[in-house]
């Protein structure tokens, strides 16, 4: 399994939102696998303001420091995995998950 050089460790990155609700951001979540039963969330971003209207990360690739999301409607969006990963973890996350998180 590769490492990232962000954490370390293996670093798996998953698009998610909901489609109901037109406030609810397109988030990428970042979990850590090194135990791959007991995965670690680590970091999140936001990679548009709304899924219903700017939509949601269709793909995703990680490069070096960075998350590469190409985006409907708002075309490829470059993310910095320290920055992600450490302005995550300076805030309440089980207070974050229906708001944007930090955009890059």
Known sequence: MAQSRVTGGPLVAVSATATQDIGL???????????????VRTGAVSVTSSATQAGIALRLAMKDKYLYASTLNQGLQVIDLGQAISEYQQTDPGTRVAQPLNRF
């Not at 979540?29 to 995965?39: F, T």
């Open 25 to 39: 951001p397109g988030n990428v979540w970042l979990y850590d696998v090194s135990s791959p039963d007991q995965p």
